[in-house]
């Protein structure tokens, strides 16, 4: 059957610098599928499912058919956005109860993590969450890349071999 890879963008807008960054793997890439989560209605997680019935379920399920999922994500405030935070936070709602069997899906999928900053360095930290959380739903982690622009439109020619070596991953 053939490997089928989905970019999750998560940044405050959908044509921003993250976006130029998926949009160099998509193109460069061998037919890569794009979420951006602006797109969705996702609230935040909720002791009680009251955002049961956002866009988050079928957005997950679609999700679900993927082998391979890319979080593509800014840098604010030395952490994922917030939109991608909300999409993990979301995650819990089908850890329990009669949706666990949902959350199982994701055991055995692949998972890779990519940041936009302003800054070339990335700090630690940064990517425990994408490490931890792939271990605890049991996917394989295929590790970090972090990003910036130049100009605040053009990719840097340090970082396109970091994206070249990305490409080979998904
Ligand atoms: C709220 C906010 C917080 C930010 N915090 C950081 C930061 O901690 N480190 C960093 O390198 N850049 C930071 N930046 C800059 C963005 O990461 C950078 O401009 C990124 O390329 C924006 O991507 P976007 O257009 O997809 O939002 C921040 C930007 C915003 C709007």
Redesign the pocket.
């Known amino acids: 059957m053939k490997h089928k890879t989905i970019i999750i963008?998560g940044?405050?807008?959908p044509?921003?610098?993250?976006?130029?960054i998926v949009d160099y793997l998509i193109s460069h890439g061998n037919e890569i599928d794009l979420v951006v989560l602006s797109d969705y209605n996702i609230g935040y997680f909720d002791y009680e499912l009251k955002n049961e019935d956002d866009d988050f379920h079928p957005l997950l399920t679609s999700i679900l058919g993927y082998d391979t999922i890319l979080f593509a994500?800014?840098?604010?405030?030395?952490?994922m956005?917030a939109q991608m935070k909300t999409f993990f936070d979301r995650i819990s709602d089908v850890l329990i109860g009669e949706k666990k069997a949902i959350g199982r899906q994701l055991r055995g999928k692949v998972m890779g993590s990519l940041?936009?900053?302003?800054?070339?360095?990335?700090?630690e930290g940064f990517e425990m969450p994408f490490t931890q959380s792939a271990n605890y739903l049991g996917m394989t982690y295929i590790g970090h890349t972090h990003?910036?622009?130049s100009n605040?439109e053009t990719i840097p020619k340090e970082v396109l071999p970091r994206l070249e070596s990305l490409i080979k991953k998904l």
Not at 15 to 20: A, L
């Open positions: 963008l940044s405050s807008r044509f921003g610098h993250t976006r130029t994500t800014p840098v604010y405030w030395y952490a956005s940041s936009c900053g302003s800054d070339q360095e990335i700090f990003t910036w622009l605040a």
